[in-house]
Structure formats: structure tokens, C-alpha cells
């Protein structure tokens, strides 16, 4: 099942996962990356989705789209996947899940993020070492963008993945305040910023931030709605 946004209600932009099943190769050869991408537009004539951004992978894909219902991008998503399933199986003689979930999802709310995901979609076969420049990639639709923002996009797989990045954030975060450890009396709006984050960036709960930097779940509360 796709992985919707908490609070997905509130923007018309997504940026989109695909991934392969048990993260193997789903696109082979050219000709099936051609075909994923013929067929990624033409079912856009049934649906009122536009692809801002994409990138075509080995083995799994990223899209920017901006959507009117959500209800449109998970029909869509379910027939761009299962036509290209079908196609998959037949073409190489096997049977079973090509794609490791239907897709997965996160909101876009605002001009930093949106310029940003754009920037990680093109620069994914940049950081797998497959070109120099986003430019020289065959299989997105790259275009140049305005350097907006430093800010770096994050786009979280799985929860491993989600453990080991907030775990890293908050490293980061106290050895940049020379903190050891967190005084909930001395450190309040440090610890209010870094709980907003933690929330808002990482989707963590508020038992789990107390668990975390291990101050009680009452006095996160306290400060975070001062």
C-alpha cells in the first residue's frame, strides 16, 4: 500500500517511490525503461495528474507529480505498475511481485521543498555514480532549476532507514550546540526546535523523542506548547 503523507490532504504535490522487489533490478534494458516511461504518460490521458520531475532507475523510480485527488495518483500508480508488472513477467518468463509495494509517498509543502525534491530526483544517478552531471542521464527529463535553497531533501525508504537518519539528526544536532546531553530547563528552545523537527521532518511521536534524548514525555509536552 502507498505510504500517504500525515497531512497529504494539505498539498497538491508528491514526490513518488517505486523500488524493485527486494530491491533487484526491474529495468533491465533500455527498451524497458522506454516502455515504463510510454506508458507513465500515456495513462496521464485518464487521469488529471502532471509529472513535474522523474527519474527511471535500475531499480526503482522517483517522481514529482502534482495531483488533484489522491484518490487519482493511487489509480494511476496502480495501473502504471501493474501494466509494467504484466509487461515484466512475460517478457523474462517469471512469475510473482515485481515491485516491492504499489509505491510510496510524501507531501510537498512548500517552494524550498518543492526545488529541492526536483534536485534529488535529478541527481540520483549523480550520487550512484552513473554520471557527472543530471544532465548527462538518459532516462529523466531533466531541466535546469534555480538554485533556491542549500537545504538538503530528505525522501525516507524504510524504517531503518527512518531510525538511522533521526538518529544521525540528533548526533549532529548536539555536537553543533556542544551538547552532551539536553537540560529540558537550560535548553528549552533548542529542545523546542529540535522536537519540531524530529515531528514535522522524521514523523516521530512525542513518546518516541522522549524515549530518544530520554527526558520525560510530560515535560516534552510542557515545552513543546509554550
Known amino acids: 500500500m502507498p505510504r500517504f503523507p500525515r497531512n497529504y490532504i494539505k498539498t497538491s504535490y508528491l514526490h513518488i517511490m517505486t523500488q524493485g522487489i527486494n530491491k533487484t533490478y526491474i529495468f533491465e534494458y533500455e527498451e524497458d525503461i522506454k516502455y515504463y ?47 509494467y508488472a504484466r509487461y515484466y513477467n512475460k517478457k523474462y518468463k517469471r512469475v510473482g511481485y515485481v515491485f516491492r509495494d504499489r509505491y510510496r509517498s510524501e507531501g510537498i509543502y512548500n517552494d524550498s521543498q518543492l526545488y529541492n525534491c526536483i534536485k534529488y530526483i535529478y541527481n ?44 544521525e539528526y540528533i548526533k549532529i544536532f548536539m555536537e553543533k550546540n556542544n551538547l552532551d546531553i539536553i537540560n529540558p530547563k537550560r535548553n528549552k528552545e533548542l529542545l523546542k526546535d529540535l522536537i519540531a523537527t524530529l515531528n514535522k521532518d522524521y514523523g516521530l511521536s512525542l513518546r518516541k523523542i522522549a524515549v530518544e534524548l530520554n527526558i520525560p514525555r510530560e515535560t516534552l509536552r510542557l515545552i513543546n506548547k509554550k
Open 37 to 83: 516511461i510510454k506508458i507513465m504518460y500515456e495513462l496521464l490521458k485518464e487521469y488529471k495528474i502532471k509529472i513535474i520531475a522523474y527519474c527511471i532507475m535500475n531499480n526503482h523510480t522517483h517522481m514529482l507529480a502534482k495531483v488533484e485527488k489522491i484518490e487519482e495518483l493511487s489509480n494511476y500508480m496502480l495501473r502504471l505498475n501493474s501494466k
Open 124 to 167: 540520483n544517478p549523480v550520487k550512484a555514480g552513473i554520471c557527472s552531471r543530471p544532465d548527462e542521464y538518459k532516462w529523466s527529463n531533466y531541466k535546469p532549476i534555480p538554485e533556491k535553497t542549500s537545504e538538503t531533501f530528505i525522501f525516507i525508504d524504510d524504517e531503518e532507514e527512518i531510525e538511522n537518519a533521526y538518529k
